[in-house]
Structure formats: structure tokens, C-alpha cells
Nanobody, 116 residues
Framework: QVQLVERGGGLVQPGGSLRLSCAAS????????LSWYRQAPGKERELVAR????????NYADSVKGRFTISRDNAKNTVYLQMNSLKPEDTAVYYC?????????WGQGTQVTVSS
């Protein structure tokens, strides 16, 4: 079955960096776009970044443009989110998402907390 396992979250000071990873299995990784979403307490889940099958096309939420970079390694079935210049408002649970077989699949999420 489809599995997504996120890693790399943690506590970081404002201005710091983190790199999240999402290891995928159960589907042909290179056939699908991959996305990162986040959900802050009391807020709806929002799209952070998306990357196309080959990695040639990326899209970002306005709030993270210029600070976050999404990438993928199709040989390792892994998608990454490099987060730089982190702000307290980036604090959220970050989720990996893919839509194979006509359904949404999510990982368990990884907590990112930006605080001094």
C-alpha cells in the first residue's frame, strides 16, 4: 500500500534552516507530482509547495517563495523541502502528499516549531 514517511522536523530559531524529507513506497514514484502541505494550530491545511514528476516544474505558496525549495530524487523515492530563513509563522505540522490511483495519501506529518 501507499506509504509516506516524513522526517526532519524539529525546533529551530527564527532565521534558521531545516530540511524535511518524505520517503515514499507503494506506487511508481516517478509517475506523480508530489506536494508538501502544512497545518498550524487552529488553521486549515495549506499547500506549501508542489513538484512535477520529473522535477522540472515547481510551485510555491506566496508565503514561502524565495525561502523554501522543493526537490525530489526519483532514484530514492524521496521528496525534500529545504526551508531557510524560517519565521515563527512557519510553525506547523508538515505533511507530504501524493495522489495516485485517484485518491489522496498523506504521511503522518512532522512538527516544525520556529521559536527563540
Amino acid at each position: 500500500q501507499v506509504q509516506l514517511v516524513e522526517r526532519g522536523g524539529g525546533l529551530v530559531q527564527p532565521g534558521g534552516s531545516l530540511r524535511l524529507s518524505c520517503a515514499a513506497s507503494g506506487f511508481t514514484f516517478s509517475f506523480y507530482d508530489l506536494s508538501w502541505y502544512r497545518q498550524a494550530p487552529g488553521k486549515e491545511r495549506e499547500l506549501v509547495a508542489r513538484i512535477s514528476m520529473t522535477g522540472g516544474r515547481t510551485n510555491y505558496a506566496d508565503s514561502v517563495k524565495g525561502r523554501f525549495t522543493i526537490s525530489r530524487d526519483n532514484a530514492k523515492n524521496t521528496v525534500y523541502l529545504q526551508m531557510n530563513s524560517l519565521k515563527p509563522e512557519d510553525t506547523a505540522v508538515y505533511y507530504c502528499n501524493v495522489k495516485p490511483f485517484g485518491s489522496d495519501y498523506w504521511g503522518q506529518g512532522t512538527q516544525v516549531t520556529v521559536s527563540s
